[in-house]
Nanobody, 123 residues
Framework: QVQLVESGGGLVQAGGSLRLSCAASGRTFSSYAMGWFRQAPGKEREFVAAITGSGGIKYDTNPVKGRFTISRDNAKNTVYLQMNSLKPEDTAVYYC????????????????WGQGTQVTVSS
């Protein structure tokens, strides 16, 4: 059973940076695209970024464009989310997920999820 474990969340001031990590178990990590999602209190979980298995193609969303960067190290079975210029509206629980099928932007396209890591940005 593949497991995903996120780390790197915390409390940071607006304008600061954090790097989230997601470590995956198993031997087929490079075969799957990976994604990051986030869920703020009282809101639905939303897409943040995704990266193909080889790391050659990346996807993100307008609220984080130019500030967040997704990357992966297949030798370490780890995907990262570098978050710069953080804003209070970035406060959320961040989840990584392994893509299964379909659009990278949709929650339903991901079959395996981590437990999440809290990111809190103070103003």
């Amino acid at each position: 059973q593949v497991q995903l474990v996120e780390s790197g969340g915390g409390l940071v001031q607006a304008g600061g940076s954090l790097r989230l990590s997601c470590a995956a178990s198993g031997r087929t990590f490079s075969s799957y695209a990976m994604g990051w999602f986030r869920q703020a209190p009282g809101k639905e979980r939303e897409f943040v970024a995704a990266i193909t298995g080889s790391g050659g193609i990346k996807y993100d969303t307008n609220p984080v464009k130019g500030r967040f960067t997704i990357s992966r190290d297949n030798a370490k079975n780890t995907v990262y989310l570098q978050m710069n210029s953080l804003k209070p509206e970035d406060t959320a629980v961040y989840y990584c997920a392994r893509h299964y099928s379909g659009s990278y932007y949709l929650l339903a396209s991901y079959a395996i999820w981590g437990q999440g890591t809290q990111v809190t940005v103070s103003s």
